[in-house]
């Protein structure tokens, strides 16, 4: 296992604002293009789960430290010593952060600039939105190393189509923000400068809308990516109903019918 410098960290910081929790997760290892390894990933995983306890959490930005990368994989160093039974513990505690990341019951916003590959890539295929610099590339290069793409790349043929799929998992190519963005691999590509603004503007419209409505959404999301549809659809109506045992449907809408008068 490769041993963590001074510098590896993860950092969750909480922005308390009027609407609640939003929480920054930040994966600092800037001299590794911010690579995780077994230590690292078990630092995410239980941020996470800190994350979850929170009955006030709103959102979870997600970002990596420096502007040379978002998340630029797994240690390359550390899975060069694996053998079978640690490339199962290693896989395993990655997979884990990419579920505590899919069932989280807030919204996460990946906030990608530079660098976001293989691991990372899957990472980011498990937020909830995608915000990306227009300085930003994409690649799942795992076959060049000797290892298929595993785990929630199998999240990628859901969101950019089994071919583009193909194309990032047996080639191992980067492509950079723009073919993301035409792909539907990211949902916002803007400068550098903007980046933090933008990601702002969504936060803003999340924060503004009802929290238990959010929070609904998103496990609909997930259930939409893995039910069939009569169950999706089935969930999604139970959903709508167990909204109006609680007063946001009333509130909301009032609030609602009061703007468009004003």
Not at 38 to 62: H, K, P, Q
Request: aromatic share 4%.
């Amino acid at each position: 296992m490769t041993s963590p410098s001074a510098s590896d960290e993860v950092r969750l910081e909480l922005d308390q604002r009027a609407q609640g929790s939003v929480y920054r997760l930040t994966v600092s290892r800037p001299a590794k293009l911010n690579t995780l390894n077994s230590t690292m990933l078990s630092a995410m995983r239980a941020a996470l789960a800190r994350i979850r306890t929170d009955d006030g959490a709103r959102a979870v930005i997600l970002r990596g430290a420096g502007d040379r990368a978002w998340i630029g994989g797994a240690d390359i160093g550390e899975m060069a010593e694996l053998d079978s039974a640690g490339a199962r513990r290693f896989v395993a505690r990655l997979h884990d952060v990419c579920r505590a990341l899919r069932e989280l019951p807030v919204p996460v916003i990946a906030r990608i600039d530079g660098y976001c590959l293989g691991a990372g890539l899957e990472i980011a295929a498990c937020c909830d939105l995608r915000i990306a610099s227009q300085t930003s590339r994409f690649a799942m290069p795992e076959v060049q190393v000797g290892i298929p793409s595993v785990i929630e790349a199998a999240l990628l043929p859901r969101l950019i189509g089994s071919g583009r799929a193909r194309d990032l998992v047996l080639t191992g190519r980067p492509i950079d923000a723009g073919e993301a963005l035409s792909w539907g691999l990211v949902e916002t590509v803007t400068t550098p400068e903007r980046l933090d603004v933008t990601i702002e503007e969504r936060l803003a419209m999340i924060l503004d809308a009802a929290p238990g409505a959010v929070r609904s959404q998103k496990e609909l999301c997930r259930l939409w990516e893995e039910l069939p549809l009569d169950e999706a659809v089935q969930a999604g109506m139970r959903a709508f109903e167990n909204a109006f045992d609680t007063d946001e449907p009333q509130t909301f809408m009032r609030r609602f019918l009061e703007r468009r008068r004003d």
